[in-house]
């Protein structure tokens, strides 16, 4: 895990470079969570989910501050569709807190378990940090996946076939754009896959993970799943309204988990006894 000091564009919560075994298999998302799997799990639509947002008068932690979420984020109660982006089914979920998420996996599991399609001690489950970053770089180490990051201003070349990110987001883009942006997510799917066949890792949506977020702890761990306790909880891989060095396969974020936003969302893993 991390990044080598001679990655351009590395940031120091990237280091010290960690080895990392994991022991125990895994199985990810092809693609972030959509639209229309969230609603078949939770029977909520994209709006409906903005709407009950909007009006959520709960008083959450974000770092210390005790807000209502509309007000933490500056959000308009009655005016939904300035911060909305499209609603089709293809795109990915979006407007999730690391808490939806987690009750997606468990309402998931739960429904997998009913249907006898789940096996005991298998779970459906956010990612750990460290099986999210195994998992985009599907057996590179340059900064992408499909090689290194150099930029040319805004541009990254390496980028465009892989991810959507602020050099080529608004390419294209038609419909309701957050804030008037001019852009937003994409259907999931459309860039190339890494060598697993994993799409979407890098750019679209950021992508929470279990993790609390803390320091890499150098040399050598097995099956790490980060600080005990936190203030923020990780995300990774950038988003459409990210740059360029956002995108990379170290590069971290960190958030507060009630928070949710037009650039963020998420994608499931399938672990065993985790």
């Known amino acids: 895990m991390g ?3 001679s990655e351009a564009g590395r940031k120091g919560d990237e280091s010290p470079q960690t080895e990392v075994t994991i022991t125990k298999e895994y199985w990810m ?19 409906e989910q903005v709407i009950n947002m909007l009006n959520d008068d709960t008083v959450y932690d974000f770092g210390g501050q005790k807000k209502i979420l509309r007000d ?21 979920m979006y407007f999730v807190s690391w808490n939806d ?41 340059t900064a992408t996946f499909a090689g290194p990051l150099i930029t040319e201003g805004r541009d990254a070349p390496v980028l465009n076939s892989i991810a ?25 799917g459309e860039k190339s896959a890494n060598a697993w066949g994993l799409q979407d890792m890098p750019g ?16 050598k761990v097995i099956d790490p799943a980060g600080p005990a306790t936190g203030t923020n909880r990780v995300d990774r891989g950038g988003s459409w309204g990210s740059g360029a060095n956002d995108e990379r396969s170290a590069n971290r974020a960190a958030n507060p988990q009630p928070e949710k936003s037009a650039w963020r969302g998420f994608r499931v893993a399938l672990t065993i006894n985790n």
């Not at 608004?170 to 259907?187: D, E, L």
């Not at 679209?204 to 040399?219: A, F, I, K, T, V």
């Open 3 to 5: 990044s080598p000091s």
């Open 29 to 47: 998302g092809k693609t972030e969570v959509t639209i229309g799997q969230w609603k078949a799990v939770t029977g909520l639509s994209i709006r």
């Open 72 to 92: 933490y984020m500056r959000f308009d109660r009655n005016n939904p569709d300035k911060i909305m982006a499209n609603e089709n089914d293809s795109l990915p």
């Open 101 to 141: 998420a987690m009750r997606f996996c468990e309402k998931l599991t739960a429904q997998e378990r009913a249907a006898g399609r789940l096996p005991d001690g298998y779970a459906y489950a956010l990612p750990t940090e460290a099986q999210w970053e195994y998992a985009c770089r599907a057996g590179t180490t």
């Open 164 to 188: 959507w990110y602020s050099g080529n987001s608004k390419m294209g883009y038609q419909g309701r754009s957050p804030n008037n942006s001019s852009a937003g997510p994409h259907n999931a």
């Open 204 to 219: 679209n949506l950021w992508e929470w993970c279990r993790d609390w977020y803390g320091p890499y702890p150098g040399g």
